[in-house]
Structures are given as C-alpha cells and as structure tokens.
C-alpha cells in the first residue's frame, strides 16, 4: 500500500537534483564567458599603441587691415518736396469737381469750378459803374475848358474855376476806383476756376459738389510734388558726438568735401534705385525731442515713393582706416564675450577675445583684439582646445559687399529731379555738429572708400569746395548760400586768398544751352560771394570745364570755388 507514494517521491527528488545541476553548469558557463570575455579585452586593451593627441584640421584666414567704406542708418520718413493746399478764394457755391481725385495733374489744370453767375453780374456791375464814372469825367473836364477862359476874361470868378477844377479832379478819381473795382471783379470771376499750381499727385476732394464754400471751408484738396522727393530722419546728439570723437582720432574718415549720398531701403527690404544727398540741417536741436533734423532729396521720376512712408536712410560716405574683417561664422560668444580661434606661430589654437563692431554682409569688423597677419580659425572650431595643435589650411579673404551705384534716371531732370544744393554744407553737421536719433552704424559698401583719394586731394595745393544748383537752374538756393557766406568767412579772414570759380558743361543736350548755364551759375556764386562781402577783384571767373566721359552727372549742376592763398 505504501510502495507507490514512496516511488513517486524518490522520482520527484531525482529530478530536482537533475534541474539544480543544470542550472549550475549554466551559471558556471555565463560566468566563465564573462572571464574569457574580460580577458579578450583587457589583452586587447595592452595590445593597442600609445600615441600622443590628433592634430585637428582647421581652415584659417590671415587677416589683414584695409580701409573699407561704412554707411550710418538711420529711420527717415519721406514727405513731398512742394505740397499745395488747393482753396477757394472766394466764397460761393461749388459747382464741379473736374479732375480725378488721386491722379496725376499738370500745372494749370482746372481742378474745381464754382458758380460763375453771380461774379459775372458783379463784373457786369463793376463795368456799368466804370462807364457811369468815365461819362462824368468827360462832362466836368468839358465844364472846365469852358470855365477857364470865362475867369481869365473876368466873366467868372475865380471860386467857379476852383469848383470845376474839384470836380474834374473827383470824377477822375472816381474813374480810377471804379477801374479797381473791375479789376477786383474780373480777378473773383476768374477765381471762380481753380486751377493746379504744379505738377503732382492729387488727393481726393474735401468738399462735394454743391456745397457752399466759405472762409470755414475753403480747403478743396491738395496736391504733392513727387519729383524730386524728400527724406527727413534725425540724429541724436550722442551719435554725433560719437562720430566726431571717431573722427577725431583717425577711427573714422569722412568723405572728401563732404560730399555724402543717401540711399533708402524700403519697408520690404528693397533698395530705391536712386540716389540723393543732404540738402537741409535744421539750425537747433528740437526742444521736445533732443534730436537734431537732416533732410535729404533724391529722384523719383516715377512716383514710387510716396509722402509719408517710413524707410530706412544709409548715409554713406565714410570709411575706417586699418580695419580688420572676419567672418561673422568666425566669431564665437563665450561666458566672457565674443571670442576667435586663432593659430599661432607654434601651429596651436588659441582663444582670442575680441570687440566686434559693425556687420558688413555676412563678414564682421573687428574693432578690438586682432592686428595684422593673425590667423584666426573660420572653419574646424569642434576639435579645438587651447594649446591644442592644429594643421591650418590657409583660405582667401571673402570679398566686401559692393554697393552698385544708381544712375540717375532720365526722366528725373525733366521733372527737375533732387538737386544737391548746398549737399556739403549741410552734410558736414553729420560729424561736424551735434545732432540726432539713435542711428545704428551699417557697414556697407561702395564700390570704392568714399575718401580713398582724400590723400591725393589734400596734396594737390589749392582747396576746392563746390555749390550744386537744381536741374535747369541758375539760382544759388538756400543751402549754396549758406556756403558760399561759409567760404565768403574764410575769404574775409584771410586777406591774401583769391576764389577762382568755374562751372561744367555737360555733354549731353545742347552745348550752347549748357555752356550758357554753367555760366550763369558762376556767375550766381560770384554775385553771392560779392554780396557776402568779398571784393570782386579776389574772384576770378574761368570758364566752363566740359564733362568728359564717366564723371557723375551731378558734376555739370556743380560749380567749384577753388581757394588759393589760403593758410
């Protein structure tokens, strides 16, 4: 009876010892794969060789000074050159609007006209009255013929003569009044037709047709001169001072003459195709803005800026001596600033610290921490540590950006396009007088250092300025006469100095027209010059130098005064 159980349990511990073995000789066979395992490696470990750190490749630059053109920009907003409040210079009912509100309109143009009638009954009247007065007239001129032979025969008395010659003297009064009442007539009546008084874009009309006009209501619309254009944008006083200090100490050159131009950028990040120059400075700082106003005009023949945008306004014309350009992949910021990778003369990477100044395109001026000949690290940065030798793969120097210049559109001097009168005087107070608003400086570039030349200019002797004059036109503006009473002060205070003065014929049109022009522009700075105080015999008018291929067409609205003597 107790034989099956007993076999059944001598079954059972059988087994168990079978699957205890089994699990014993698998854990001594995964610990002895992990052994051969750890002494495969650890024999491979001592087979590999020492050797020193992996000299890391590295593209590198060596930098070099050079004089490069930077422009300083500034926020502008542009306004019309001439813009016209159109109103009625008489009270009365308006009849029609005749133009089309926003086009383009001539001058002369009729624009509105009013109610003609009742100021055709007042000329009507004014005449009526006119022919009442001229009829007495001729009666009591008659009456005096026949008076004053009666009283020099005695037949009348002297008093009689005394009346008739009152009364011929009246009624000729009379006569000449009621001539001015005709004339006041007429000129109401032809009021009644509003004309425009220049060319430009008109703005919609203010008061409908119908409507009664009178002192209170007498605004109908306006039109805006586009061509040429103005710009205003301000300067900070800070900047300026800024910008003189740097100028001062040879950090900044400014443009020779003075001579800067203006290029806008649009809302879209385009650039207007033409170009301007500083025509206007404001002669104080706004009380309410501490700023300090530049104005400056350029072409734009068709119509693409209108008054009111706001843009942005380069102001190019300088450049920085010796300055060092990178990369801007080639700077790095670090916990203490911006910082570079430069190769010394061991071939190791250092860490440079350095002052990064102004972004010309996708490269950076470095102000402070870089000289000539360093070699600083544009490509390979991973890999570097200081002291850490690195092969050096020398690279070219990336170009600078080119600005192309605009050539000034034909059409811009038809519609008498933005002339850069007085553009010197006024854009000297860029460095040369404090003024105006958070101007942030833009690299940029010309196709050449505005003042490359400044060297060969100084030492070429006598000392030359220059008044540009608007297209087509001989008279000195404001701003030239401001120069010119500028120079006419240097001249005064140094009695041995003579002006010699010339104006440019331009090629193109009619060479007696513009060699007649030129002319006459020299001989406005010279009546100026004269007119400021400066005797006329210390002048000497030239004649006209012609325009000879690539120069500027600016240059023939030009006239130079030329100073010799001069200390």
Known sequence: ???????????????????????????????????????????????????????????????????????????????????????????????????????????????????????????QAAKGELAQQQARLTTARANLNRVKPLV???????????DATGQEQAAAAAVEA?????????????????????????????????????????????????????????????????????????????????????????????????????????????QDTGTFLLRAELPNPQGTLRPGQFVRVNVIGFSRPAAIIVPQRAVQ??????????????????????????????????????????????????RLAPGAPVQAKDVPAEPLPQRKTAAQPAAASAQGAAAPAGAANAAALVVGTPGGSGAQAATGGAAAPANADATQQAAAGPAANAVYFETNRSRVDATG????????????????????????????????????????RAQAVRDALVAAGVPAERIVLEKPANIVGGDSGAKARRVDIVLAGAR
């Open 1 to 123: 009876m107790n034989t099956v159980p007993r076999l059944w349990s001598t079954v059972a511990q059988r087994n168990h010892r079978q699957q205890g073995a089994a699990r014993s000789a698998g854990w001594y066979l995964a610990v002895a794969t992990v052994a051969a395992s750890t002494f495969v490696l650890g024999c491979s470990k001592q087979e590999a060789p020492a050797g020193g750190p992996r000299v890391a490749e590295v593209s590198a630059l060596t930098v070099k000074g050079q004089t490069v053109p930077v422009s300083f920009q500034f926020v502008g907003q542009t306004e019309s050159s001439q813009q016209v409040e159109i109103r009625a210079r008489v009270n009365g009912f308006l009849e029609k609007r005749v133009y089309t509100e926003g086009s383009f309109v001539k001058p002369g143009q009729v624009l509105f006209v009013m109610d003609k009638k009742p100021f055709e009954a007042d000329l």
């Open 481 to 520: 006469q401001a120069r010119l009473h500028d120079i006419a002060a240097a001249m005064k205070a140094q009695p041995a100095a003579q002006a010699t003065v010339h104006g440019y014929v331009d090629a193109s049109g009619s060479a007696k027209r513009n060699g007649e022009l030129a002319k006459q």
């Open 333 to 382: 910021e670090g916990p203490r600033g911006a910082f570079v990778w430069t190769v010394d003369k061991d071939n190791k990477a250092q860490q440079r610290p350095v002052v990064a100044g102004d972004w010309m395109g996708d490269q950076w001026l470095v102000s402070e921490g870089l000289k000539d000949g360093d070699k600083v690290v544009v490509d390979g940065f991973l």
């Open 152 to 162: 020099a025969d005695n037949a009348l008395a002297a008093k009689d003569l005394d």
């Open 178 to 286: 009621a001539k001015a009442k005709v004339a006041e007539s007429t000129l109401n009546l032809g009021y009644t037709t509003i004309n425009s008084p220049l060319a430009g874009l008109s703005s919609f009309a203010k008061v409908q047709d119908g409507a009664y006009i009178n002192a209170t209501n007498n605004l109908l619309t306006y039109v805006a001169r586009l061509d040429p254009m103005r710009v205003n944008f301000s300067l900070s006083e800070n900047e300026s001072l800024r910008l003189r200090e740097e100028v001062k100490k040879g950090l900044l050159l400014a443009a020779p003459r003075d001579d800067y131009e203006v290029e806008l950028v649009l809302a879209d990040g385009s650039v207007f195709p033409a170009r301007g120059r500083i025509t206007f400075a404001d002669a104080a700082f706004s």
